[in-house]
């Protein structure tokens, strides 16, 4: 049966409509939803938080708030968050090192684990290990014999005292029983800038952070932290490199206030899988050096749960702290 034109164009409007009517129905949400970055303005986890906020907010008919409440190693935004009605209207997207913030500060008003519940991974990044490139090492191993041999005199980088980096950094040098210096920096960037001019010997960081500064030829990648890279798969990992224990990687995940009612958990992972699958957001999230998450939202609580069990001890061993 030939479809009228009228009929046609009615059909075609009706399927570009009926996602946005799918997640706008049945209630939630009926208000603006308030996305709590707890970082500044201007930092990977807010450049991503925006990004998927847009098509979110399309998507379910209701304006995405974004909130920065930074400081604290994100821990005051995800107090912020964890004291938040549990109704599926304040949502956090927060990095991996949210979980390690238990260790860094006893006596949180929250527990950076049971006080949430996930949505979904939006993002997955690839840890590397880097160094200046004027350094004469091209490998793990290169790497340690020359730390060995300059006993005392070696250091790594980080963003901060208890930044993940810093964390990656301290697992290695117990692991490989060196004694490098840690030297923190106010943020990756000046780390970077340290690291470049050859003050410091060695930074673990996400492949998106330095990769320009590697294609610069400023440094020089030896190592992933966990699994090959989809664009240099003939680095080995640091596993690989005789260090089986090692295994870091990071990540960006929305999660909620514990308690909030399933029905309301399932539709916010839903919008957010489809969000995940846009081309145009693949793409800008891939450009960025960083891999494209998605998922369960039970995932997200295994993730969690499993980041914080695995360097809990390591930070108190190493005497990690903010407090």
């Known amino acids: 049966m030939m479809l009228s034109r009228r009929n046609a164009l009615y059909l075609a409007l009706l399927v570009a409509v009926t996602p946005r009517l799918v ?13 709590v970055v707890p970082y500044p303005p201007g930092g990977q986890s807010d450049i991503t938080a925006r990004l998927i906020s847009f098509k979110l907010s399309a998507l379910l008919g209701q304006p995405i708030i974004i ?6 190693n994100g821990a005051i935004g995800a107090a912020f968050l964890a004291k938040a009605p549990a109704d599926g209207y304040t949502l956090g997207l927060v990095a991996a090192s949210h979980v390690l913030n238990g260790a860094l500060m006893p006596g949180l008003t929250f527990d950076p684990v049971k006080s949430f519940s996930g949505v979904a991974v939006v993002t997955r990044s690839p840890i590397v290990m880097v160094v200046p490139a004027a350094l004469n090492v091209r490998t793990v191993g290169e790497f340690v014999t020359y730390a060995r041999a300059n006993k005392g005199r070696v250091s790594y980088g980080s963003a901060g005292v208890g930044s993940n980096i810093h964390v990656f950094g301290a697992w290695f040098n117990d692991l490989a029983g ?9 943020g990756s960037g000046p780390a970077h800038i340290e690291l470049m001019a050859g003050r410091t010997q060695l930074m673990f960081d996400t492949h998106g952070a330095v990769r320009p500064h590697i294609a610069s030829g400023r440094l020089r990648l030896i190592a992933t932290g966990a699994g090959r890279l989809l664009d240099q798969p003939d680095v080995l990992s640091v596993a690989e490199s005789g260090f089986p224990a090692f295994n870091a990687s990071s990540w960006g995940a929305i999660i909620s206030p514990a308690g909030v009612p399933k029905d309301v958990m399932d539709k916010l992972n839903k919008a957010v899988n489809t969000i995940l699958v846009d081309p145009s957001i693949r793409t800008k999230i891939e450009e960025s050096g960083t891999e494209v998450g998605g998922g369960t939202s039970a995932e997200v609580d295994a993730l969690l749960t499993a980041d914080e069990r695995r360097f809990s001890d390591l930070i108190r061993s190493q005497g990690i702290t903010l407090n």
């Open 178 to 186: 060196l004694d490098m210096v840690h030297v923190p920096s106010r």
């Open 23 to 35: 997640f706008a129905q049945a209630g939630f949400p009926s208000k603006p939803i308030r996305m």
């Open 67 to 72: 909130d920065n409440r930074g400081g604290a």
